[in-house]
């Protein structure tokens, strides 16, 4: 059961709220997570004039400890909150593990081209 760190999408429309959670990798984004790390608010408001996280550290660090991995947004929030250190190896897999798939593998080769085809002309 391999764990991420990520964010869940909590709130309302224009005014979300994004909880801070371990959950297990396979699972949707709004799962019930299996741990809640901390809540970050976006956007500000009349209470805090800037954006506000509150997390956990200790949990955090243990969850990476254990071997979870966190998202790249999640990294980068991170690394934001001295938490982890720039250039980590937790940032590399995060943002490696979407780009190290070269296209041919998706299906598309790498040698295939767009070809402009000329349109119709109106014939009188």
């Known amino acids: 059961m391999p764990i ?3 964010f869940s999408l909590h709130g309302h429309r224009h005014n979300r709220i994004f909880h801070l959670v371990a959950v297990d990798q396979s699972a949707r984004r709004d799962a019930k997570p299996t741990e809640l790390l901390g809540i970050y608010h976006r956007y500000p408001t009349t209470e805090a ?3 506000t996280i509150e997390w956990s550290v200790e949990r955090i660090r243990y969850w990476l400890s254990v071997g979870a991995i966190p998202t790249r947004a999640v990294s980068k929030l991170l690394e934001a909150g001295n938490i982890l250190k720039p250039n980590s ?4 897999i995060a943002t490696n593990a979407a780009r190290s798939t070269p296209k041919s593998e998706h299906g598309i080769s790498q040698t295939d081209k767009r070809v402009e085809v000329p349109a119709p002309s109106a014939s009188s």
Do not use: A
Request: charged residues 30%; hydrophobic residues 10%.
């Open 49 to 51: 004039p800037q954006k």
């Open 89 to 92: 190896s937790y940032h590399s």
């Open 4 to 6: 991420r760190l990520r």
